[in-house]
């Protein structure tokens, strides 16, 4: 294992800029809890992180509960509320910067990850490069649209874990987001893994890594230092 004193490159923690459930008129955006889990894995081994949204500045948040111990010693945190207020816009990060992208979720992820090009230039590059991709939640509609430079899609018989199509619809939004994801994801030839509704599944298939709901943040978080510091 590498010291955490050798220098790894910046985690490229990647949020949605979007900020509505479809139609509905329901507010949502990045959800909190699914950036300081993995944070906090990160940050504990010395792991340096870095933030972007689809269109930069201050993304919208959801998940604001502040009796999670993360989320409350974040949030309370002058240096994260500055981080997450200034965030880079994803299209004018560099990639080679980054030792690892890691897509969070919040359902606002369904609308503006998979079509937007940054998205797909990033993850492609810091794929092809030798690191880490990485997502959560609805953080996978990230990858649906992702080629690699074969024209291959990322994904394509990748084993990997998402928010499931049981948990959409047991959130009764299974008719407002544009696609159901996990069906999706298997459309473009993943193996999808489901767990039982709301427990923590994480599934590491060689430097991809996914999780399913907002339960698996932290194990995604783990096994991304595990990469990193192998």
């Known amino acids: 294992m590498k010291s955490t004193t050798q220098a790894v490159k910046p985690v490229l923690f990647v949020l949605t800029s979007h900020g509505l459930k479809g139609n509905t008129g329901e507010p949502t955006g990045f959800y ?3 950036v300081t889990h993995p944070l906090a894995v990160l940050d504990a081994a010395g792991i340096p ?3 972007a949204s689809i269109d930069g500045g201050e993304p919208p948040v959801d998940g604001l509960d502040l009796n999670d111990k993360f989320n409350g010693r974040y949030w309370n945190s002058d240096g994260f509320r500055q981080a997450i207020r200034n965030t880079i816009r994803l299209a004018d990060v560099a990639p080679q910067n980054y030792s690892a992208v890691f ?3 919040g359902h606002g992820a369904m609308w503006d990850f998979p079509t937007n090009p ?5 993850a492609r590059e810091i794929y092809e490069a030798g690191g880490v991709v990485a997502a959560v939640c609805h953080g996978p509609a990230a990858l649906v649209n992702v080629t690699l430079n074969n024209g291959a899609w990322l994904v394509a018989g990748k084993n990997v874990a ?9 959130v009764k ?24 509704d709301w427990t923590a599944k994480v599934v590491v298939d060689g430097r991809l890594v ?17 990469l990193l510091t192998a």
Not at 118 to 122: I, L, P, Q, T
Not at 162 to 170: K, L, S, W
Not at 173 to 187: G, H, N
């Open 32 to 34: 909190l809890g699914e």
């Open 49 to 51: 992180v870095e933030f």
């Open 103 to 105: 897509f969070a979720g």
């Open 118 to 122: 940054a998205v797909n230039d990033v």
């Open 162 to 170: 998402a928010f499931t199509n049981d948990e959409e619809r047991a």
């Open 173 to 196: 939004l299974d008719e407002v987001v544009p696609f159901l994801l996990a069906s999706t994801l298997t459309a473009r030839g993943a193996h999808h893994h489901p767990a039982a």
């Open 210 to 226: 996914t999780g399913q709901n907002p339960q698996s943040a932290t194990g995604v978080g783990e096994a991304i230092r595990d």
